[in-house]
């Protein structure tokens, strides 16, 4: 049997997202899960940012810019 991921080098088991964004109803805390997204944080977010639980807390009014310029940039979010 072929394994279509195996196939063409794309299994989705190999590479994870680069950040988790999490719904907690009026805010949402985006986690940085790669070096490449630790790195898109320091480059792109406020150095005033709030931290919560390991993540960076954004208020719902501007998380789906933010997670526009995330995949702008080619980094993948797991909702």
């Known amino acids: 049997m072929i394994n279509a991921f195996q196939?063409?080098?794309?299994?989705p088991t190999e590479i994870g997202p680069d950040f988790r964004c999490e719904n907690?109803?009026?805010?949402?805390?985006?986690?940085?899960?790669?070096q490449s997204a630790h790195s898109w944080v320091e480059e792109n977010l406020q150095s005033d940012a709030q931290w919560f639980g390991?993540?960076?807390v954004v208020e719902h009014r501007y998380i789906w810019a933010i997670l526009?310029?995330?995949q702008n940039?080619?980094?993948a979010v797991q909702a």
Do not use: A, K, P, R
């Open 7 to 11: 196939s063409s080098g794309t299994s």
């Open 24 to 34: 907690h109803g009026s805010v949402f805390l985006l986690i940085s899960v790669t």
């Open 54 to 56: 390991g993540g960076v």
């Open 68 to 70: 526009e310029g995330i």
């Open 73 to 75: 940039d080619g980094l």
